[in-house]
């Protein structure tokens, strides 16, 4: 089983600084996977990231970034230049290798404010 | 357009009245899931389908059903709601879970049960 702890429950910026969102997991797993989900004030859940726990390189996708650290099972999402449609609800998710579910965290709230 | 849909959008009903949230997906997925969301829980699967006539229980599947006749549904139903039950319901659908390919999220349902 996976667990997940994000524990920045809500986080207020201003437009253009920069952002980080914790995530540390757990898992039993040796082979996992882990997502990032954003899910914007209209309710849906986007697609972020899928990231396979073999390549621990970080991942560099216009103003967002990933840092993974095996080591201290992290999973950081980080933001650059924040913008007020950053705004949103954003969780980080596990899974096991052929598993049936993510796990999801309880979500960070970003407020980016203009 | 590839897509995850579910309906109603929103729903209110009362105690013990059966009920049903549909869900479609146009993209051949074999996989489907539903997951409900509930504040400060981030979101917990409710049942999974692997294929057609494949159905299994989640981490929360009290008082729920499903059933998978078709590839394409995998409708969502309580048979005698409770006030426990209101909640943020979400159907996904993902093209191989033996590889964790990322899920394609429906719109949401909102449910509240009086």
């Known amino acids: 089983a996976q667990k997940v702890t994000q524990a920045q429950t809500e986080i207020s910026v201003v437009e253009k600084e920069d952002v980080t969102l914790d995530c540390v997991y757990e898992?039993?797993?040796?082979?996992?996977?882990l997502f990032w989900y954003k899910q914007p004030p209209s309710g849906e859940l986007v697609f972020l990231i899928r990231?396979?726990?073999?390549?621990?390189q970080n991942e560099i996708s216009g103003r967002y970034s990933w840092n993974f650290q095996k080591s201290t099972s992290s999973f950081n999402f980080t933001i650059t230049a924040s913008q007020v449609v950053d705004s949103a609800v954003y969780f980080c998710a596990p899974e096991g290798t052929g598993r049936r579910a993510l796990t999801f965290g309880s979500g960070t709230r970003l407020q980016v404010q203009p | 357009e590839a897509q995850v849909t579910q309906n109603p959008r929103y729903l209110i009903t009362v105690t013990g009245k059966k009920l049903t949230v549909t869900c479609s997906q146009n993209?051949?997925?074999?996989?489907m899931s539903w997951y409900r969301q509930d504040p400060g829980l981030g979101l917990r699967q409710i049942y999974y389908?692997?294929?057609?006539?494949?159905?299994d229980k989640g981490d929360v599947p009290e008082g729920y059903k499903v059933s998978r006749k078709e590839k394409r549904n995998f409708p969502l139903i309580l048979e005698s709601p409770s006030p426990n039950q209101t909640s943020l319901y979400f159907c996904?659908?993902?093209?191989?879970?033996?590889?964790?390919?990322?899920?394609?999220f429906g719109s949401g349902t909102q449910l509240s049960v009086l």
């Open positions: 389908s692997m294929n057609v006539e494949v159905t």
């Open positions: 898992t039993r797993d040796t082979t996992y996977y």
């Open positions: 993209m051949n997925h074999e996989y």
């Open positions: 990231r396979n726990s073999f390549d621990e």
């Open positions: 996904a659908s993902s093209h191989d879970r033996a590889t964790n390919e990322k899920l394609f």
